[in-house]
């Protein structure tokens, strides 16, 4: 079944957070859209015959190559994960396996579904952590032994226990126990590390995080009795509750449909593992990652703790600046393999007065919310909006041109003094226009040599 975002509308709710780049826009909403169009065939003969249209986005850094496929992936509820093509080298090379961003895939995706299969059984969790709250109070032991009825007066005993469980329900929910401490079966705080701290070590951590379930599967985690407050306790038994309730073989069958059939792997840098057609091994080796990266675009099944995963419908969107190398030194194999080709456009000064102005998370907006805290009211004129994006496009121009990432840096400087001192700021409005841009910022605009490492 269709859901309600078409093509035209996924634009338009991309709009409202990034400026400009139309042409990407529109690329992924028909990508997002035509994987539905293949969900809603049903039995159709031809729909494992469909295949995912990815995707190269050819850009600048700080255009909104990585927001397009971040926003379009959270709409969707879809599992998605970033990954940088420079982490993976040629099996045989120090380095991350690449099979290992599906694995990770798999793991938002199960993250995701438990999320929802938690939603679900919250409110009967929460019941039945009241219970076991009351039955630990009303033992005054632990938390499985029920009040003993005295011989010869069982009825007069549970209607007792009736009155004091009200009791102790009202108080629960009043939030006037949260203190009082009980006991309580906790698991054992873990001792020291079997495996050696492999973390240190690149490509290392697939294999530690096998070890680890390996080694919980073997030594199960043992219990002991603890003193801990009310509040404490609530939050253990819930999570046991959750777990009690939940089937992880039904989240893992759901994460493992959703990965194969939603997943968004977006791959950032991939010009850097793009061969420039120069000999020696830095060559062979970014030809053997576009190598290994063949297989999960082309579609095949990666192996994971939690089940196979097919990858023939995954969408991949590879992303990169291209300044040195171009899309055709990456393999033909590999360059077939993404069909679609954006192109995203450097931001003009206009752009940056929309960025500043427009989006819902306006960086202009975050720091009105941020020192509205403070008793801080900032004022933003048009031609304070003016007067920053001509700095932005100006240090672009003259220095390396990393977007829109230079009005962080920018404005984190513009509000530098109202971030230290608020307290000197908050008898009136602050208004940010030309002039109190340019007298917070000349100084830096002007050393050109200190405008490089400042902004």
Same mark, same amino acid.
């Given at each position: 079944?269709?859901?309600?975002?078409?093509?035209?509308?996924?634009?338009?709710?991309?709009?409202?957070?990034?400026?400009?780049?139309?042409?990407? *826009?529109?690329?992924?909403?028909?990508?997002?859209?035509?994987?539905?169009?293949?969900?809603?065939?049903?039995?159709? &003969?031809?729909?494992?015959?469909?295949?995912?249209?990815?995707?190269?986005?050819?850009?600048?850094?700080?255009?909104?190559?990585?927001?397009?496929?971040?926003? $379009?992936?959270?709409?969707?509820?879809?599992?998605?994960?970033?990954?940088?093509?420079?982490? !993976?080298?040629?099996? +045989?090379?120090?380095?991350?396996?690449?099979?290992?961003?599906?694995?990770?895939?798999?793991?938002?995706? /199960?993250?995701?579904?438990?999320?929802? !299969?938690?939603? *679900?059984?919250?409110?009967?969790?929460?019941?039945?952590?009241?219970?076991? $709250?009351?039955?630990?109070?009303?033992?005054?032991?632990?938390?499985?032994?029920?009040? =003993?009825?005295?011989?010869?007066?069982?009825?007069?005993?549970? %209607?007792?226990?009736?009155?004091?469980?009200? @009791?102790?329900?009202? *108080?629960?929910? =009043?939030?006037?126990?949260?203190?009082?401490?009980?006991?309580?079966?906790?698991?054992? #705080?873990?001792?020291?590390?079997?495996?050696?701290?492999?973390?240190? @070590?690149?490509?290392?951590?697939?294999?530690?995080?096998?070890?680890?379930?390996?080694?919980?599967?073997?030594?199960?985690?043992?219990?002991?009795?603890?003193?801990?407050? /009310?509040?404490?306790?609530?939050?253990?038994?819930?999570?046991? %509750?959750?777990?009690?309730?939940?089937?992880?073989?039904?989240?893992?069958?759901?994460?493992?449909?959703?990965?194969?059939?939603?997943?968004?792997?977006?791959?950032? %840098?991939?010009?850097?593992?793009?061969?420039?057609?120069?000999?020696?091994?830095?060559?062979?080796?970014?030809?053997?990652?576009?190598?290994?990266?063949?297989?999960?675009?082309?579609?095949?099944?990666?192996?994971?703790?939690? +089940?196979?995963?097919?990858?023939?419908?995954?969408?991949?969107?590879?992303?990169?600046?291209?300044?040195?190398?171009?899309?055709?030194?990456?393999?033909?194999?590999?360059? +077939?393999?993404?069909?679609?080709?954006?192109?995203?456009?450097?931001?003009?000064?206009?752009?940056?007065?929309? @960025?500043?102005?427009? &989006?819902?998370?306006?960086?202009?907006? #975050?720091? #009105?919310?941020?020192?509205?805290?403070?008793?801080?009211?900032? =004022?933003?004129?048009?031609?304070?909006?003016?007067?920053?994006?001509?700095?932005?496009?100006?240090?672009?121009?003259?220095?390396?041109?990393?977007?829109?990432?230079?009005?962080?840096?920018?404005?984190?400087?513009?509000? %530098?003094?109202?971030?230290?001192?608020?307290?000197?700021?908050?008898?009136?409005?602050?208004?940010?226009?030309?002039?109190?841009?340019? *007298?917070?910022?000349?100084?830096?605009?002007?050393?050109?040599?200190?405008?490089?490492?400042? $902004?």
């Amino acid at each position: 079944m269709l859901s309600e975002w078409k093509p035209a509308e996924i634009v338009r709710h991309l709009d409202q957070f990034i400026i400009g780049q139309g042409d990407a *826009k529109k690329a992924v909403s028909i990508a997002l859209r035509n994987r539905e169009r293949r969900q809603a065939l049903g039995e159709h &003969p031809l729909r494992e015959e469909i295949h995912p249209k990815n995707i190269i986005m050819i850009g600048p850094t700080g255009v909104g190559k990585t927001e397009i496929a971040r926003r $379009l992936a959270k709409m969707a509820n879809a599992p998605f994960i970033k990954v940088e093509a420079t982490k !993976y080298t040629e099996v +045989g090379y120090v380095g991350r396996d690449v099979e290992s961003m599906i694995r990770d895939l798999l793991m938002t995706a /199960i993250k995701i579904v438990r999320a929802e !299969y938690e939603e *679900k059984s919250k409110a009967e969790a929460e019941k039945r952590t009241e219970e076991r $709250l009351l039955d630990i109070l009303l033992s005054g032991k632990s938390e499985t032994t029920t009040t =003993a009825a005295t011989e010869g007066s069982e009825q007069t005993a549970d %209607e007792d226990e009736k009155i004091a469980r009200d @009791i102790f329900r009202k *108080k629960l929910r =009043a939030g006037q126990l949260e203190d009082r401490e009980i006991e309580l079966k906790m698991p054992q #705080q873990a001792g020291p590390q079997v495996a050696v701290q492999m973390m240190a @070590i690149p490509g290392m951590e697939d294999l530690e995080n096998q070890m680890q379930n390996m080694l919980g599967d073997i030594f199960p985690k043992k219990k002991e009795r603890k003193k801990v407050t /009310i509040a404490q306790a609530r939050k253990a038994l819930y999570q046991e %509750e959750l777990d009690a309730l939940i089937d992880f073989e039904k989240i893992k069958e759901e994460a493992i449909h959703r990965t194969e059939n939603s997943g968004i792997v977006f791959i950032d %840098e991939i010009d850097k593992i793009a061969s420039r057609g120069g000999k020696g091994s830095p060559d062979v080796s970014r030809e053997g990652v576009q190598r290994d990266i063949l297989p999960l675009v082309e579609g095949s099944t990666v192996n994971t703790k939690h +089940g196979a995963v097919k990858t023939d419908h995954i969408l991949f969107i590879a992303a990169g600046a291209f300044h040195i190398s171009s899309v055709t030194d990456l393999i033909p194999e590999l360059q +077939g393999r993404f069909p679609i080709r954006v192109e995203l456009k450097p931001l003009l000064k206009e752009d940056y007065v929309s @960025i500043l102005k427009t &989006p819902k998370n306006a960086l202009s907006k #975050q720091y #009105q919310a941020l020192l509205s805290t403070e008793n801080v009211n900032i =004022a933003f004129e048009a031609s304070g909006y003016d007067a920053i994006a001509e700095i932005a496009y100006e240090m672009n121009s003259r220095n390396e041109n990393i977007g829109a990432r230079r009005l962080h840096t920018i404005l984190e400087k513009l509000f %530098e003094r109202l971030s230290f001192e608020p307290e000197n700021f908050s008898k009136g409005d602050v208004v940010v226009d030309r002039a109190f841009v340019e *007298k917070e910022l000349s100084e830096i605009v002007k050393n050109q040599d200190l405008s490089k490492f400042i $902004l």
